[in-house]
């Protein structure tokens, strides 16, 4: 059967193909870190970040941390996906502080989650048409959760979204769920999706997972990133892999990758505020060539950009699957 990928038709998003004498599943731009650090005049990083097409080019919210080491979040706009003019003045949607945003088109309207502060981390909601004004809703969950990640359409009638409920710190543990919703501010219906895997079977996504981008639909089911960290005798490392969800029971997994896609190699990925990170919040996507593009944070300080092609990534999350 041909793989079916729902989406709209993106030709011109940003790709660089595979290099040659590459193996591996998905591979970096060259161009890595595509956003510094320091591209804003009081920014101490800007990383953990997300994009979606706009018009005839792209627009994202970006974490930026400032020179307090505050955490905001900022609008950008980009022709090309690469080269980005990030607002200097942050959104004021956030409560306390506010990181980690994802970005979702979702009817007629661009849908912003985030991890808000409101007496500990939660997931905040707004919307935007114009990423000029926006709309705050009411905070999705209660403390403590983080990566709220919607999906790009409702679901038996739902909204539809996936989360990761924590604590107050950097949390040792986190499992995904998912919650549905028929207003975008009343969330129920939870059910558990994954918990990390055991250390033997999968070791890089043994101590907590969390959502990545959006996830994309496909007849093979919905194809979701998401990040999983390993506690090791040097701290966390942070990497990602991908699964599969039942197109209508997203809680149910289909299969599971046992290796990881994408891990902490690179200098900048290595070398940074917090090192040993590979963390993905957006994805680009071309459903006629299957080409496919993630935007994921270094190191929590820059922003880097990987490829792949749908077809390999779902062929590689089945073959090597550890259901």
Not at 18 to 39: E, F, K, T
């Amino acid at each position: 059967m041909t793989l079916k990928i729902s989406g709209t038709p993106l030709p011109h998003m940003p790709w660089e193909e595979r290099p040659q004498g590459c193996r591996d599943v998905m591979w970096r731009s060259l161009r890595n870190p595509i956003i510094p650090r320091d591209l804003l005049p009081t920014s101490n990083s800007i990383f953990n970040s997300a994009v979606v097409p706009y018009g005839d080019g792209y627009a994202g919210v970006f974490r930026c941390d400032d020179r307090n080491r505050r955490m905001a979040l900022h609008v950008g706009f980009s022709e090309d996906g690469t080269a980005w003019d990030i607002d200097e003045q942050p959104l004021d949607i956030v409560g306390d502080y506010g990181y980690d945003p994802r970005v979702c088109l979702l009817e007629d309207r661009y849908y912003v989650t985030w991890c808000n502060g409101y007496h500990g981390p939660t997931i905040g909601v707004a919307w935007t048409k114009d990423f000029r004004q926006f709309h705050t809703l009411e905070n999705a969950f209660l403390p403590y959760n983080r990566n709220g990640v919607l999906f790009p359409r409702r679901i038996n009638g739902r909204y539809a979204m996936l989360s990761r409920p924590s604590d107050t710190g950097h949390t040792p543990f986190g499992d995904i769920f998912y919650s549905e919703s028929p207003d975008m501010e009343f969330w129920g219906r939870h059910r558990h999706v994954m918990a990390p895997a055991p250390f033997e079977l999968s070791a890089w996504q043994c101590m907590k997972i969390g959502a990545g981008p959006v996830p994309i639909e496909t007849s093979e089911g919905w194809l979701l990133l998401y990040h999983g960290v390993l506690r090791s005798c040097n701290g966390y490392v942070y990497s990602f892999g991908s699964a599969l969800l039942d197109l209508d029971e997203p809680w149910h997994v289909l299969a599971r990758s046992g290796p990881y896609l994408l891990s902490p190699q690179m200098p900048y990925e290595l070398t940074g505020d917090v090192p040993n990170v590979c963390f993905p919040c957006a994805a680009l996507h071309d459903p006629e060539t299957g080409r496919l593009a993630v935007y994921y944070g270094c190191a929590d300080t820059v922003t880097g950009l990987a490829f792949g092609y749908i077809p390999e990534i779902i062929d590689f999350t089945k073959r090597t699957s550890i259901l």
